[in-house]
């Protein structure tokens, strides 16, 4: 395993668009702490987002990881670009020629995607713990480290999302088309969204529970929305009267949908290269 991915590493940091893109994404994903910066002072006016509680342990692992999920599309063109290279630069027949199995061309490809994830997760919890020490009004360490699940779901949506992007290429070999086919895809699952919740189930949730089992909808779920969870929030609403029962915690079920995707994913973009005649 080490050798094939250190042959998939090698690749991405010799292609020089590639390694701009991974390195960016990585900076991009450091500028969460510039958020703590971001105050304004005008009159009786005051307003600065550290001291709204963003950084407040445990809600920053459900903030940064919301955040940072975002940024996912920087590495996604990496990935696509990762698979079409192979076709256009003929490193794909050169590897089988040299003894590498398509098996293991696939293993060697989500390897990087599982590397990619996992190294997006660590630089979240180090920044995460980093800003939390510095602003959280709580720093008691069972507070600390409660709520880390949104870190798994975190792993569990990059892998998931790469894993998507990595069939994409396979699928397409070019990776102008293989994002236009995500776009398109996303815009599909809106659209069923939209049919099932104002045409077929108007009167229930039923739209909802279809929806989860979609891919992109499924990783959506992972992870929703902090905003209406903070304080300063929840007293406006209250104030204005909108009271909100959202849940927020990690929806495991929306984790194995996720992981039966990226299974999914894997498994077709292996008999795609088995069955394809390079």
């Known amino acids: 395993m080490k050798r094939l991915l250190s042959i998939e590493l090698q690749k991405i940091w010799m292609n020089k668009a590639s390694r701009i893109l991974t390195l960016t994404y990585?900076?991009?994903?450091?500028?969460?702490?510039?958020?703590?910066?971001?105050?304004?002072?005008?009159?009786?006016?005051?307003?600065?987002?550290?001291?709204?509680?963003?950084?407040?342990?445990?809600?920053?692992?459900?903030?940064?990881?919301?955040?940072?999920?975002?940024?996912?599309?920087?590495?996604?063109?990496?990935?696509?670009?990762m698979m079409a290279n192979e076709y256009s630069y003929g490193t794909l027949k050169q590897n089988l020629i040299d003894g590498l199995s398509k098996k293991e061309f696939i293993l060697s490809k989500f390897l990087t995607v599982v590397l990619f994830a996992f190294g997006s997760t660590v630089f979240i919890f180090v920044l995460s713990l980093i800003l939390g020490l510095s602003y959280s009004s709580y720093t008691e360490f069972s507070i600390i480290f409660s709520d880390l699940d949104y870190l798994l779901a975190f792993f569990v949506k990059l892998t998931g999302f790469f894993s998507f992007c990595l069939f994409l290429g396979i699928l397409v070999k070019r990776s102008a088309f293989a994002l236009g086919f995500l776009l398109v895809w996303s815009i599909i699952e809106g659209i069923i969204k939209g049919l099932l919740a104002f045409k077929v189930f108007p009167e229930s949730n039923?739209?909802?529970?279809?929806?989860?089992?979609?891919?992109?909808?499924?990783?959506?779920?992972?992870?929703?929305?902090?905003?209406?969870?903070?304080?300063?929030?929840?007293?406006?609403?209250?104030?204005?009267?909108?009271?909100?029962?959202?849940?927020?915690?990690?929806?495991?079920?929306?984790?194995?949908?996720v992981l039966a995707w990226t299974a999914i994913f894997i498994s077709s973009s292996y008999k795609l290269l088995k069955n394809r005649d390079l």
């Open 26 to 81: 990585f900076i991009l994903l450091s500028f969460i702490a510039l958020i703590a910066a971001i105050k304004f002072d005008i009159g009786p006016f005051k307003f600065h987002l550290a001291e709204m509680g963003i950084f407040n342990f445990p809600f920053i692992w459900h903030f940064n990881t919301y955040v940072a999920a975002w940024l996912k599309f920087f590495l996604a063109i990496v990935i696509v670009s």
């Open 206 to 257: 039923t739209d909802e529970t279809i929806m989860q089992f979609l891919p992109l909808e499924a990783m959506s779920n992972l992870i929703v929305n902090p905003g209406p969870r903070l304080s300063v929030v929840k007293n406006i609403g209250t104030q204005i009267g909108i009271e909100t029962d959202i849940d927020y915690s990690i929806n495991y079920t929306a984790i194995f949908i």
